[in-house]
Nanobody, 122 residues
Framework: QVQLVESGGGLVQPGESLRLSCAAS????????IGWFRQTPGKEREGVSC????????TYLDSVKGRFTFSKDNGKNTVYLQMNSLNPEDTAIYYC???????????????WGRGTPVTVSS
């Protein structure tokens, strides 16, 4: 059974950092394109970062470029999203997802985690 389990969310103040983790079981993450997505109430889920397995490159949502960094530990079958300089607009539930596609497609990801909440507030 495939599982993606996110962790690391929480309540932080503006300007602070969090590192989200996504641990996988039942699949080998290094063979998948991995996306981090986020969603706030009433809005469509949006892609935050996408690691493309076919070329090893990571792309980011414009509003998080320079602040968020994707990384992975193949030995632990875990990926991470380091989030720095957080602001209230980053408040959302964050999800990781895996796909055999070349790109991160919101409607084409094969597996999803249940999400971890991030709240940025003073």
């Amino acid at each position: 059974q495939v599982q993606l389990v996110e962790s690391g969310g929480g309540l932080v103040q503006p300007g602070e950092s969090l590192r989200l983790s996504c641990a996988a079981s039942g699949l080998t993450l290094e063979t998948y394109t991995i996306g981090w997505f986020r969603q706030t109430p009433g809005k469509e889920r949006e892609g935050v970062s996408c690691f493309r397995v076919w070329d090893g490159r990571t792309t980011y949502l414009d509003s998080v470029k320079g602040r968020f960094t994707f990384s992975k530990d193949n030995g632990k079958n875990t990926v991470y999203l380091q989030m720095n300089s957080l602001n209230p607009e980053d408040t959302a539930i964050y999800y990781c997802a895996a796909s055999k596609l070349a790109q991160c497609d919101l409607y084409g990801m094969d597996y999803w985690g249940r999400g971890t909440p991030v709240t940025v507030s003073s």
